[in-house]
């Protein structure tokens, strides 16, 4: 989503609709906070798996902008996914992933918004905050937009941080990828 086309025309939820969770016109009266998003979807996103032991939450800090592909996770994102994340009791022995668009560390572990400026998330150290004061911590946090993939973890934490990468794009340690 990171053209205005994109977002009026609602590309994602047209090829991706049936793995977004819920639109904020096919919402019901829930205990979960969620904040409306600029694509007419309710962030975070939740969907469970049929066998009930894996939950994915998504967020979409994906924005148009002019120059560059930059992010942001919008204040009541953050919130809705602080309260989804203090649900101690429902998350109890289930394999929770978090699921977003932009990296949040590099392979070193360090904040991505440090090594890339344009390419990023501008607010990701108070989403790392969020994750790291969460009583539920993710067991994985799977993003993409970085096309060579690579696993990473953020200092004192079991949290696992994986980047998929894109097809046709072999792994290079040489480059630190």
């Known amino acids: 989503e990171y053209t205005a086309a994109v977002v009026d025309e609602q590309r994602t939820r ?21 904040s409306e998003g600029r694509d007419g979807w309710l962030w975070p996103s939740k969907v ?10 998504g967020l979409n800090p994906c ?18 996914l602080r309260e989804e994340l203090a649900r101690v009791d429902e998350y109890e022995g289930k394999f929770v992933v ?18 890339d400026k344009h390419h990023g998330v501008d607010n990701d150290a108070d989403f790392l905050r ?6 539920v911590k993710p067991n994985l946090v799977l993003h993409g937009h970085i ?3 690579f696993l990473a973890s953020v200092a004192n934490s079991a949290t696992v941080i994986s980047n998929p990468g894109a097809g046709g794009y072999a792994a290079d340690p040489k480059n630190s990828r």
């Open 48 to 57: 469970t798996s049929p066998c009930g032991s894996v939950v994915v939450l």
């Open 130 to 135: 969020l994750l790291e004061e969460a009583p």
């Open 14 to 34: 047209k090829w991706f609709g049936a793995w977004m969770g819920r639109s904020v016109s096919e919402a019901t009266a829930s205990t979960t906070t969620t």
């Open 147 to 149: 096309h060579s993939g």
């Open 98 to 115: 978090l699921a977003t668009h932009y990296p949040l560390v590099n392979p070193a572990g360090e904040l991505w918004s440090v090594v």
């Open 63 to 80: 924005r148009p902008t002019w120059i560059g592909s930059s992010g942001l996770y919008r204040r009541s994102e953050l919130d809705a």
